[in-house]
């Protein structure tokens, strides 16, 4: 090492002007390879201070990430900083490599963030076994390998509504829909009563209930399903009497679940070919799949135009791809909608509409769901009468008995 270098390095450090980001990490590149436990945290940190900063290409900021995630890695095990600096090292490289469509290497990061969370955990350090293995589970649900991340999920549900939809979503996956459905039940209790107290809005407790009817349904337990629906269409009935003084803007809970509702109808995922996790908030998935599931909006758009014409000249073999199509490209359209209330009704309204004219000449089924469908967007929306209009329509397809709102009782 040069010590003239080192010096400058020093010198710098003590100046009494504030350094810029750039000076600080050409300082600690300096005087971490002289005594890395003090200066790796430091650079570290300074690397990640660079990558926050605007102007850097995505190779640039992989480069710097990796560089931090190297540094991180020269402390000594022992040291008291070593992990956490680690882990946000790793975390930022992951996001890099993935922004870049490196998966592979990404998915490596996630394998050791999470390896370094259990070691932390047995060590005594970290309360739970799995606190790092969060992207890990995104990554594995992605490419469908669903038991592996069922394993390493351990984001305990509660009352939250986003640990209680993910760790369903993934338990269902992994073909455990017993453990599914008690999982969102324990939620679903908890919301019932904030509901019931006035603290938050009916409209979270009509989606979810139709989730855990969705869920039962494929679990074969059908009548438990029409219990939670005829609860849905009781609390909708209420919302369209007397309105809804806890509103807000409840977008992201009706997208995570109208998206998660759709799984079914998507390509089967795998490491080749990934898809997005569903039931976690989109924010979250990685950048790839993400770019890949909304990029797929376009062709979506025109093979349904295409289907539209065929399907005029042959119904009976092209109706059922239009109307699967259709709505997986209103899904898409939905998760690019933004705004609040009813500034979702113009892009969305004409294509939940076309979704339940399409499914009405598929059958009572389809019908069904397109109507459910339309209904939670029209919640969404604030739209409580004729929200509850198209739910009690679709449980009249299922036939079950009507919910009358009491103002017209």
């Not at 590149?29 to 200066?39: F, G, Q, T």
């Not at 975390?91 to 870049?100: M, S, V």
Request: with cysteine.
């Amino acid at each position: 090492m040069n010590e003239d270098e080192v010096l400058r390095a020093r010198v710098l450090l003590l100046a009494s002007w504030r350094l810029s980001v750039p000076q600080q990490v050409e300082a600690y590149r300096v005087l971490a390879r002289v005594s890395p436990d003090a200066y790796a945290p430091k650079l570290a940190w300074s690397l990640g201070a660079a990558l926050s900063q605007t102007g850097a290409t995505p190779a640039r900021s992989e480069e710097l990430a990796g560089e931090a995630v190297e540094v991180a890695r020269l402390m000594r095990r022992d040291h008291a900083k070593r992990a956490e600096t680690l882990r946000r090292a790793l975390d930022r490289h992951q996001r890099a490599l993935f922004e870049l469509g490196r998966r592979a290497e990404g998915r490596a990061l996630c394998e050791e963030l999470a390896a370094l969370g259990r070691a932390e955990y047995e060590r005594g350090r970290t309360g739970h076994p799995h606190a790092m293995s969060g992207r890990l589970v995104t990554v594995l649900v992605e490419e469908g390998r669903y038991a592996e991340a069922a394993e390493w999920h351990g984001r305990p549900a509660g009352s939250d509504f986003w640990g209680a939809v993910e760790t369903s979503a993934v338990l269902e996956a992994a073909g455990r829909a017993g453990e599914a459905v008690e999982t969102f039940g324990a939620f679903l209790a908890g919301l019932r009563t904030t509901v019931a107290e006035g603290r938050t809005t009916a409209a979270f407790l009509v989606w979810s209930l139709v989730r855990q009817a969705e869920v039962l349904d494929r679990a074969g337990r059908v009548r438990e399903a029409a219990e939670h629906r005829g609860e849905a269409a009781e609390a909708l009935a209420r919302l369209a009497a007397e309105g809804d003084p806890r509103g807000g803007n409840t977008l992201a809970w009706w997208v995570t679940l109208l998206l998660l509702s759709g799984r079914a109808d998507e390509p089967p995922a795998s490491a080749e070919a990934p898809v997005p996790f569903f039931g976690q908030d989109p924010m979250h998935w990685t950048p790839d799949v993400r770019r890949a599931f909304d990029g797929s909006t376009e062709s979506l758009e025109a093979r349904v135009a295409e289907l539209r014409r065929r399907t005029e000249a042959d119904p009976d073999r092209r109706l059922p791809e239009l109307v699967t199509v259709h709505r997986r490209f209103t899904l898409r359209v939905a998760l690019r909608t933004e705004g609040g209330t009813r500034r979702i009704l113009g892009p969305l309204r004409p294509l939940f509409d076309e979704g339940v004219a399409l499914a009405r000449r598929l059958s009572p089924a389809a019908e069904a769901r397109a109507l459910t469908d339309r209904s939670a967007m029209l919640l969404a929306a604030g739209m409580h009468g004729e929200a509850y209009a198209d739910f009690a329509a679709a449980q009249a397809l299922r036939g079950a008995p009507a919910t009358v709102p009491a103002a017209a009782g």
